[in-house]
């Protein structure tokens, strides 16, 4: 079965800090993975997206990456800042046409000062 | 561009009641999508479009029709509506399949 495991489900940070949010995977067979961002009570939006073939993307303090091999993908974020709080889900894509995208339950991170 | 937009932003039914909640894009985009977000879970597929004309069912369309006669319009039909249906509704367009996804910022609805 298709799934994604996010870990932690929660996590609080100090301003200014790194942290470091996991996604494991069983899509196969395997098209993409994408982050999102979503802030409380607002429709996600995509951070990255990386195919099978990439091993990492930035975007400005984001940087996701990704080991096809173990089917895992894990996201760093540099240097957190207060607006960083809100909850960011890891997405699969199979590599079917008409199998739908496979989202994880999230990370929920707290960023206090 | 306004992206894309969803109407109402919030409502209570009861139960046995229909509505439709709009969702429209203007990035002239082929594929839209309409996902439920119950708390704490994942999002969830509820139906998808690949063009005017051309809709799919997701992975829980139970309780659920669409209908995409333009390409810019989604709208997703609640017939007899039940407390199951409870939930955050997001809509979302993609110029293709493998494509960045644009969320709308969501319907919350409530069935009592």
């Known amino acids: 079965k298709n799934q994604v495991e996010q870990s932690p489900q929660s996590l609080i940070i100090l301003e200014g800090k790194n942290c470091t949010l996991q996604?494991?995977?069983?899509?196969?067979?395997?098209?993409?993975l994408r982050w999102y961002k979503q802030d409380t009570g607002r429709g996600p939006v995509s951070l990255t997206i990386?195919?099978?073939?990439?091993n990492t993307k930035s975007n400005g303090r984001y940087t996701a990456t990704l080991d096809a091999d173990t089917k895992q993908s894990s996201l760093h974020i540099t240097a957190s800042q207060l607006s960083d709080s809100a909850s960011y889900i890891c997405?699969?894509?199979?590599?079917?046409?008409?199998?739908?995208?496979?989202f994880g339950k999230g990370t929920r991170l707290s960023v206090i000062a | 561009n306004a992206g894309v937009t969803q109407t109402p932003k919030f409502r209570i039914l009861k139960i046995g009641q229909s509505m439709t909640l709009q969702c429209a894009q203007d990035?002239?985009?082929?594929?839209m999508y309409w996902y439920r977000q119950d708390p704490g879970m994942g999002l969830k597929l509820i139906y998808y479009?690949?063009?005017?004309?051309?809709?799919d069912k997701g992975e829980v369309p139970n309780g659920y029709n669409v209908s995409r006669s333009t390409t810019e319009d989604f709208p997703l039909r609640l017939e007899l509506a039940a407390p199951s249906q409870t939930s955050v509704y997001f809509c979302?367009?993609?110029?293709?399949?493998?494509?960045?996804?644009?969320f709308g910022p969501g319907t919350r609805l409530t069935v009592l």
């Open positions: 990035m002239n985009h082929n594929y």
């Open positions: 979302a367009s993609s110029e293709g399949q493998n494509n960045e996804q644009f």
């Open positions: 997405v699969a894509t199979p590599y079917s046409g008409n199998t739908p995208l496979v």
């Open positions: 990386m195919t099978f073939s990439e």
């Open positions: 479009s690949v063009g005017a004309g051309i809709t």
């Open positions: 996604c494991n995977y069983t899509v196969s067979p395997f098209s993409n």
